[in-house]
């Protein structure tokens, strides 16, 4: 299958592809956060359990040229675009191995190779510079993609405005990707939104929008990829929401004072990766014995990229002031 | 990189607004990926009329006119940077870059160091700043100090034609993001310098006057009334040497300390407030420095601790005038 294919093709390869990429970022978020306890980890560390179609689905629609612009919760994005688990455990470990070489830690993953720009922990700051990447891409007349995964939180941020409006004034191929989790940190979205119908916003702003269900890892990929050959066709940029709920707290400080657990049970009913197991082997897509085998690769990619960090170096403290500026010839 | 104005025999006589232009003209024509983008930086023809007649010649997708969204188009000025493209981004003053401080801050300043060196952002952004032309509280004030503050970024304030035309070319070709703070009084300022002026080095301070007595350190706007100043002191018998800071980071510590001990005297002249402000951080530092070469206090004249005011004479009176120079000046001399 091919990245710009407007439809996904629910082969078995594929839908194998889907599943092992979920359980990737499932399985390496509760190793982080057994390793936050054992207190490998610091720092905020954000969960994006829960949350796994919409990261995998979107990365379908897109190719090696696009560029992807992340918030503060961002493994699944990396892990799903091709970043290293190796080097996304490592930047959480601050270790020198990591992607971001340790400076950045769990919020900040980049990745030249990929065109992974963050990890912005700044909420709405990301969209801005999504919209600038764009930008470059159409005064250069490159035909890519710049996708740009923000929360909901952020339609509260005047950046999210400024840019939906620039996005749109310039036509630009931005792939704005809402990962409605209903929650900003604690505040739901009924009490910080006057319009809680976050894609009609984008709307208002001439930006072609669609909501999705975000818990539906072949539905998410499917409006991912329309949205994605809309913005090829020039039809200027595109606003994907989706629905979804992270399972865990927001950080490993959240008490979860402000919802209920009956709640979270029943978004756990309809978790994407059980949902795509139930519905591939109900069609005989897939077996038992192929989701033993994708377990027992991923836990071995885990163990590794603990493993890889556990092994890895800290930058020694001489190097502290590098890459404050880049390195110029003495003028 | 020529390091040097470059000593033409032909001169021009232009003004520093002509002479902005210029640079930006230079740019657009020399490498495809510069553009200017700002607010009215297109049809109306700059606030500053910096900018008229640029769309003509460049077209409207090169001089972008934008919303008024100083933190959105400043935020496409880094992510159109990092996608290979030099922009120069107009924010139509100091006062407004407010409203962008957060992507100065927290994305152009810190995704180089946040990404591991991966990604560097060659942006420059442009601002007006500075007082007196009866603009009030919030189109007045001098806040290019606080941005000397941090780490990541290079700060410029050019006070000469010769710096006004040949800073943007260093600061385009620079890797990194760089602000550059034009002082509004400035822009009518004429003058004659080389037809053939081309870039400066973005490193050093300036000497622009010499002397032997006092060294008088400033920047920007404040040098024009530092070297009236000094004009006065000599008069009175005393000799000071002018620094031109230039750069208000990284500062050229070493230009400042060899002039302050060979003067053994030291005023700064800043415009922003005393309190926290640059003018601070350049006595701190020469304490750290040169303390054992002072004879005298460090003076500093800096603008009053108000917002700007709106009629003539508390403006004038708020900001570092040459009386006030003169007189910091012979306090320092005794004499």
Same mark, same amino acid.
């Given at each position: 299958?091919?990245?710009?294919?407007?439809?996904?093709?629910?082969?078995?390869?594929? =839908?194998?592809?889907?599943?092992?990429?979920?359980?990737?970022?499932?399985?390496?978020?509760?190793?982080?956060?057994?390793?936050?306890?054992?207190?490998?980890?610091?720092?905020?560390?954000?969960?994006?359990?829960?949350?796994? /179609?919409?990261? =995998?689905?979107?990365?379908?629609?897109?190719?090696?040229?696009?560029?992807? =612009?992340?918030?503060?919760?961002?493994?699944?994005?990396?892990?799903?675009?091709?970043?290293?688990?190796?080097?996304?455990?490592?930047?959480?470990?601050?270790?020198?191995?990591?992607?971001?070489?340790?400076?950045?830690?769990?919020?900040?993953?980049?990745?030249?190779?990929?065109?992974?720009?963050?990890?912005?922990?700044?909420?709405?700051?990301?969209?801005?510079?999504?919209?600038?990447?764009?930008? /470059?891409?159409?005064?250069?007349?490159?035909?890519?993609? +710049?996708?740009?995964?923000?929360?909901?939180?952020?339609?509260?941020?005047?950046?999210?405005?400024?840019?939906?409006?620039?996005?749109?004034?310039?036509?630009?191929?931005?792939?704005?990707?809402?990962?409605?989790?209903?929650?900003?940190?604690?505040?739901?979205?009924?009490?910080?939104?006057?319009?809680?119908?976050?894609?009609?916003?984008?709307?208002?702003?001439?930006?072609?929008?669609?909501?999705?269900?975000?818990?539906?890892?072949? /539905? =998410?990929?499917?409006?991912?990829?329309?949205?994605?050959?809309?913005?090829?066709?020039?039809?200027?940029?595109?606003?994907?929401?989706?629905?979804?709920?992270?399972?865990?707290?927001?950080?490993?400080?959240?008490?979860?004072?402000?919802?209920?657990?009956?709640?979270?049970?029943?978004?756990?009913?309809?978790?994407?990766?059980?949902?795509?197991?139930?519905?591939?082997?109900?069609?005989?897509?897939?077996?038992?014995?192929?989701?033993?085998?994708?377990?027992?690769?991923?836990?071995?990619?885990?163990?590794?990229?603990?493993?890889?960090?556990?092994?890895? +170096?800290?930058?020694?403290?001489?190097?502290?002031?590098?890459?404050? +500026?880049?390195?110029?010839?003495?003028? | 990189?020529?390091?040097?104005?470059?000593?033409? $025999?032909?001169?021009?006589?232009?003004?520093?607004?002509?002479?902005?232009?210029?640079?930006?003209?230079?740019?657009?024509?020399?490498?495809?990926?510069?553009?200017?983008?700002?607010?009215?930086?297109?049809?109306?023809?700059?606030?500053?009329?910096?900018?008229?007649?640029?769309?003509?010649?460049?077209?409207?997708?090169?001089?972008?006119?934008?919303?008024?969204?100083?933190?959105?188009?400043?935020?496409?000025?880094?992510?159109?940077?990092?996608?290979?493209?030099?922009?120069?981004?107009?924010?139509?003053?100091?006062?407004?870059?407010?409203?962008?401080?957060?992507?100065?801050?927290?994305?152009?300043?810190?995704?180089?160091?946040?990404?591991?060196?991966?990604?560097?952002?060659?942006?420059?952004?442009?601002? #007006?700043?500075?007082?007196?032309?009866?603009?009030?509280?919030?189109?007045?004030?001098?806040?290019?100090?606080?941005?000397?503050?941090?780490?990541?970024?290079?700060?410029?304030?050019?006070?000469?034609?010769?710096?006004?035309?040949?800073?943007?070319?260093?600061?385009?070709?620079?890797?990194?993001?760089?602000?550059?703070?034009?002082?509004?009084?400035?822009?009518?300022?004429?003058?004659?310098?080389? #037809?053939?002026?081309? @870039?400066?080095?973005?490193?050093?301070?300036?000497?622009?006057?010499?002397?032997?007595?006092?060294?008088?350190?400033?920047?920007?706007?404040?040098?024009?009334? $530092?070297?009236?100043?000094?004009?006065?002191?000599?008069?009175?018998?005393?000799? #000071?040497?002018?620094?031109?800071?230039?750069?208000?980071?990284?500062?050229?510590?070493? $230009?400042?300390?060899?002039?302050?001990?060979? $003067?053994?005297?030291?005023?700064?002249?800043?415009?922003?407030?005393?309190?926290?402000?640059?003018?601070?951080?350049?006595?701190?530092?020469?304490?750290?420095?040169?303390?054992?070469?002072?004879?005298?206090?460090?003076?500093?004249?800096?603008?009053?601790?108000?917002?700007?005011?709106?009629?003539?004479?508390?403006?004038?009176?708020?900001? @570092?005038? @040459?009386?006030?120079?003169?007189?910091?000046?012979?306090?320092?001399?005794?004499?």
């Amino acid at each position: 299958m091919t990245a710009r294919e407007d439809k996904p093709h629910l082969t078995r390869p594929h =839908v194998l592809h889907l599943l092992r990429e979920m359980l990737r970022i499932r399985r390496f978020e509760e190793r982080s956060a057994e390793l936050y306890q054992q207190e490998k980890i610091r720092g905020f560390l954000h969960l994006y359990i829960g949350e796994e /179609a919409v990261a =995998v689905g979107v990365m379908q629609a897109l190719g090696a040229d696009d560029a992807i =612009v992340a918030t503060y919760r961002e493994h699944g994005q990396a892990l799903a675009r091709g970043v290293s688990m190796n080097g996304v455990m490592a930047e959480m470990y601050g270790k020198q191995e990591g992607s971001s070489r340790g400076r950045g830690g769990s919020m900040h993953i980049f990745d030249a190779k990929t065109r992974f720009y963050g990890g912005n922990a700044i909420v709405g700051g990301g969209l801005p510079i999504a919209v600038g990447l764009a930008l /470059a891409d159409k005064m250069q007349r490159r035909p890519r993609v +710049t996708a740009c995964f923000f929360g909901e939180g952020a339609a509260a941020e005047g950046e999210f405005h400024e840019s939906m409006n620039l996005a749109a004034l310039w036509r630009l191929p931005v792939l704005f990707v809402c990962e409605n989790n209903l929650y900003a940190m604690g505040t739901a979205l009924a009490i910080s939104e006057s319009e809680t119908d976050i894609h009609l916003k984008a709307q208002s702003y001439r930006v072609a929008s669609e909501a999705v269900d975000g818990m539906d890892v072949v /539905a =998410v990929e499917a409006a991912a990829r329309r949205a994605v050959a809309a913005i090829h066709a020039g039809a200027g940029p595109f606003f994907l929401e989706c629905r979804t709920y992270r399972f865990r707290a927001h950080s490993m400080f959240d008490a979860q004072l402000y919802r209920s657990k009956a709640e979270i049970e029943a978004w756990k009913q309809r978790c994407p990766i059980a949902r795509l197991t139930a519905w591939a082997k109900a069609s005989s897509l897939i077996h038992d014995d192929d989701i033993a085998a994708i377990e027992r690769e991923i836990a071995a990619e885990v163990q590794a990229s603990v493993d890889f960090s556990e092994a890895g +170096t800290w930058e020694p403290v001489a190097e502290l002031c590098r890459d404050v +500026t880049t390195p110029r010839e003495v003028r | 990189m020529n390091v040097a104005p470059t000593a033409g $025999t032909q001169k021009i006589t232009l003004t520093y607004r002509d002479a902005v232009k210029a640079a930006i003209r230079e740019a657009l024509q020399r490498d495809e990926r510069v553009f200017l983008m700002g607010e009215d930086v297109g049809r109306y023809g700059g606030c500053y009329a910096v900018s008229k007649g640029l769309l003509d010649e460049f077209g409207p997708d090169r001089i972008r006119d934008t919303p008024l969204s100083e933190s959105g188009f400043v935020g496409a000025g880094i992510g159109a940077a990092l996608g290979g493209m030099r922009p120069i981004v107009e924010v139509m003053t100091v006062n407004f870059s407010m409203l962008c401080l957060d992507q100065i801050l927290n994305s152009a300043a810190t995704i180089r160091h946040m990404s591991g060196g991966q990604f560097s952002i060659p942006l420059v952004i442009r601002m #007006a700043t500075g007082a007196g032309r009866q603009l009030a509280a919030q189109h007045s004030h001098s806040l290019e100090g606080w941005y000397a503050h941090i780490p990541g970024i290079r700060v410029l304030t050019p006070a000469t034609l010769e710096d006004a035309r040949g800073m943007l070319a260093t600061a385009l070709a620079d890797p990194d993001p760089v602000l550059i703070f034009e002082n509004v009084l400035l822009y009518h300022m004429t003058g004659e310098i080389a #037809a053939d002026a081309g @870039p400066v080095d973005i490193d050093r301070a300036a000497i622009r006057r010499a002397g032997r007595d006092i060294s008088l350190i400033t920047y920007g706007g404040s040098l024009w009334k $530092t070297l009236k100043a000094a004009e006065e002191l000599a008069g009175l018998g005393i000799e #000071a040497e002018i620094v031109d800071l230039r750069t208000l980071r990284p500062l050229d510590d070493a $230009t400042i300390m060899q002039s302050v001990r060979k $003067t053994r005297r030291a005023v700064i002249v800043d415009e922003g407030w005393k309190t926290g402000s640059l003018s601070a951080e350049i006595a701190a530092r020469i304490v750290e420095q040169c303390f054992w070469s002072l004879d005298a206090p460090i003076g500093r004249v800096c603008t009053a601790e108000v917002p700007i005011p709106y009629p003539k004479h508390l403006e004038d009176a708020a900001l @570092p005038q @040459p009386p006030a120079i003169v007189a910091a000046a012979r306090a320092a001399v005794w004499r």
